[in-house]
């Protein structure tokens, strides 16, 4: 099993696969908050589904194959209302800067942010206008040597050797139209089309499974989900900020794939 990021800062790395994977999951999870839990339990299901596709997404995530490298970036301030990272999220009782770092490589982001001494924030980019702090000064809670943030203070760290998604504008013919709201009952494109798409989404994938169907507009949304349509529903559905269309594709990492109710539109 190839060794990742939290593996290694759990020490786990020597034991068998199942045995790994579960040691990392249960030490892992001690004081975690059921929102850091889901993301923790989605990857060990993730890992046991198909531990190869994880190990190969790892590495594309890292320019040319290079481990990843993060950088103090600086204490910077945060708001509650309006996060500065909102890529991922988990906080424990046992919150250090590597374990906050090792989240956010395995979640796929290049910044990672200690807050408040027992949060962690990750993302690709920042998300509000945010500025430089007074220093964090705030104890991690799992190791009180080190400083984790403060209240409403980031401490932000950066993989230096990360990938940072793109926004495709052009594939294969079809141009990016923009992120568009998308409610679930109806949806902004009538016809659900992931179903059929096997080994994880990318923007690729969708138009050519809409283009196979005949239609003329495609949508990716959610990381792994994909619609289609010959016109948006302009009864519910309008043009919102490309902040809402922020999540990494399942099968590509490198690009986005719309947002929590939220889709990234492809057409000819």
């Not at 786990?12 to 004081?31: E, N």
């Not at 009538?190 to 507009?217: D, L, Q, R, V, W």
Request: net charge negative; aromatic share 10%.
């Amino acid at each position: 099993m190839k060794c990742s990021a939290l593996d290694k800062y759990l020490d786990v790395c020597d034991a068998k696969p199942l045995k790994a994977i579960i040691s990392t999951f249960m030490m892992a999870c001690s004081g975690i908050t059921a929102s850091g839990l889901a993301f923790f339990a989605l990857g060990v299901a993730f890992t046991l589904a198909s531990p190869s596709l994880v190990a190969s997404t790892l590495e594309e995530r890292q320019i040319d194959g290079r481990p990843p490298e993060w950088e103090y970036r600086g204490c910077y301030r945060d708001s509650p209302s309006f996060r500065t990272l909102q890529g991922a999220y988990m906080s424990s009782d046992n919150m250090t800067r590597d374990m906050c770092k090792a989240f956010c490589d395995i979640e796929g982001y290049a910044l990672g942010g200690t807050e408040f001494g027992r949060e962690c924030f990750c993302d690709h980019t920042y998300r509000f206008e945010f500025s430089e702090s007074e220093p964090c000064t705030m104890p991690c809670a799992g190791n009180p040597q080190e400083t984790c943030g403060d209240i409403n203070r980031l401490d932000i760290y950066r993989n230096i050797n990360a990938f940072i998604p793109n926004v495709k504008n052009v594939v294969d013919g079809w141009s990016y139209k923009g992120c568009y709201l998308d409610p679930v009952n109806p949806r902004a494109l009538s016809f659900t089309a992931h179903p059929e798409i096997g080994g994880g989404m990318s923007i690729e994938k969708c138009i050519a499974t809409c283009k196979a169907h005949g239609y003329a507009i495609a949508g990716v949304e959610f990381r792994s989900e994909c619609y289609c349509g010959n016109e948006l529903a302009d009864d519910v559905t309008h043009q919102v900020g490309e902040e809402r269309c922020w999540l990494r594709c399942t099968g590509d990492p490198r690009e986005y794939c719309g947002g929590a109710g939220a889709l990234g539109v492809y057409s000819l």
